[in-house]
């Protein structure tokens, strides 16, 4: 066997293992002169060590080299008949959408991941990527019916004048320097042959990878259930042969003592009991058929998890409050629902029922983590945050055999990128139940639950917008005021003479 591709097999399982040091070491050892096949290998995994170390630019330069040897590749001429086996641009192309996902640039990595579906419009996690780059593109304003992106809505003003010529004047971003915007940056890297982003798209996807991945639940159990009897007729055969072989043994011997070893295994120097090689073979196949079904299992209730959260947000943006509460009381009803994903279906029916005009069963979903009057539970811990992405398996493509092969969680300062921390949690439940006593017209109560969300989240600026809210409401102007001031997102900006 060529060195350098048993190096390149010893680093794939150094890789598995998270020992990301020694899996580069052995990568870059095996690519002294290699050829342009392994150079697609080497240069696909460099590109995922560095994605598991939380280097996403670097990673983003590694696929690309792939993907330049795979064109490479192609280009050949004469053209060999190994250059479609070593051709793995799709492959690669989705771990660049992982990476383009990572770092921020939805419409990219969709580019990415709608050229990789040739081969994984069949993976519901694909799909799945697909409506995260659309919930990114929301989020970040690249959605055209959108406006500015949701965290960039502070204001910039400038002081003009002074004393009584003094004004203030507030720039607008669209027209800020004529410089062209990241939207349009970004969308002109897509074809227009392609889908643009969009919410409808979301759902769509969602549904995609939720119709999806119950046939893969349904195939799991088929497979499970198929091969019972396989295993059954396997341990059959080779209990019939063991029996065979030792009643022969027994025929042609005049030796008349019993042969007990015969029925109970072999025994071996130390007097230790053995088992025959047929058992020990059929317990280990279906030890790893057990273990591959559990493994499958625990990523599908992981992906519904995440498919029905998506879901639901997604159809209270497109105004579907019945369909969002369908969704978030699906995810409920799962046995190994998560905490943090429990938490934002309870938001997310709670927002739905009140749309719906059902104020009291919203409350229901609200006061689950109320105890003792106004006190509120934490949703969650962040203990309970580890916990999760240190199960969650991460699905950076293997060029070599298509499968997962990141699985391993991703660094410890990109979880706060993941979800809410536990007090920011219970400042956004203290809101919803302000929101939900103003619905009801109890102000006294909507003030409390406010001031309180101020408190556990001095930075939320939902907290402050119901607080002043409510102080307006009442008629206190001052303490409005007075939130404004201290909550407010304004920049000023040293003073530019404009052009005359």
Request: with cysteine.
């Amino acid at each position: 066997v060529d060195s350098s591709r048993t190096l390149i097999l010893k680093s794939q399982l150094e890789y598995a293992r998270g020992n990301y040091p020694k899996a580069f070491k052995l990568l870059k050892a095996s690519s002294n002169q290699p050829d342009l096949g392994s150079s697609i290998v080497i240069n696909n995994n460099m590109g995922c060590i560095y994605y598991q170390q939380g280097k996403h630019h670097t990673s983003s330069i590694f696929f690309h080299n792939a993907l330049s040897n795979c064109s490479s590749v192609r280009r050949e001429k004469p053209r060999k008949l190994a250059a479609f086996s070593q051709d793995k641009s799709l492959l690669i192309a989705y771990n660049c959408g992982v990476q383009y996902l990572a770092c921020g640039k939805p419409i990219l990595a969709a580019r990415f991941f709608l050229k990789a579906s040739l081969v994984f419009c069949s993976r519901p996690l694909l799909w799945l990527r697909l409506a995260e780059c659309c919930l990114m593109a929301l989020e970040r304003g690249l959605l055209k019916h959108t406006g500015a992106p949701i965290h960039e809505l502070d204001l910039r003003v400038q002081v003009i004048g002074q004393g009584k010529w003094r004004h203030i004047a507030v720039e607008n971003d669209s027209s800020c320097n004529g410089n062209e915007s990241f939207h349009d940056r970004e969308e002109s890297a897509i074809d227009n042959s392609q889908p643009q982003l969009s919410l409808p798209y979301a759902r769509q996807c969602l549904l995609n990878a939720l119709h999806l991945l119950g046939s893969s639940e349904s195939k799991h159990v088929k497979s499970g259930s198929s091969m019972k009897p396989l295993l059954e007729e396997h341990e059959s055969s080779e209990a019939a042969t063991t029996s065979k072989n030792s009643s022969q043994k027994n025929s042609g011997s005049n030796d008349m003592k019993p042969k007990d070893s015969a029925s109970s295994g072999q025994v071996n120097a130390n007097g230790d009991a053995k088992e025959p090689r047929g058992g020990s073979h059929t317990n280990a196949a279906t030890n790893a058929m057990s273990e591959f079904e559990d493994i499958g299992r625990r990523e599908n209730e992981k992906l519904k998890q995440t498919i029905l959260i998506d879901l639901a947000y997604v159809e209270l943006e497109l105004g579907n409050p019945l369909k969002a509460l369908s969704a978030a009381l699906s995810l409920q009803k799962l046995p190994e629902c998560s905490r943090m994903y429990a938490f934002l279906a309870h938001l997310y029916a709670a927002e739905a029922l009140c749309l719906l005009n059902r104020p009291k069963e919203a409350a229901e979903h609200l006061f689950t983590y109320l105890s003792g009057g106004h006190n509120v539970e934490l949703p969650y811990t962040g203990e309970d945050c580890k916990q999760w992405q240190a199960k969650k398996a991460m699905d950076a493509e293997d060029a070599n055999t298509g499968q997962t092969a990141a699985r391993t969680p991703v660094p410890e300062e990109q979880l706060d990128n993941v979800f809410l921390s536990p007090e920011e949690a219970r400042g956004a439940l203290y809101v919803n139940l302000a929101s939900m006593y103003v619905m009801q017209g109890d102000l006294e109560q909507a003030s409390r639950f406010a001031l309180q969300a101020l408190a556990t989240a001095p930075n939320s600026q939902e907290a402050a917008v119901m607080a002043v809210y409510l102080d307006l409401k009442v008629g206190n102007t001052r303490e409005a005021l007075a939130k404004l001031k201290r909550c407010c997102r304004v920049r000023f900006l040293p003073f530019t003479k404009a052009a005359s």
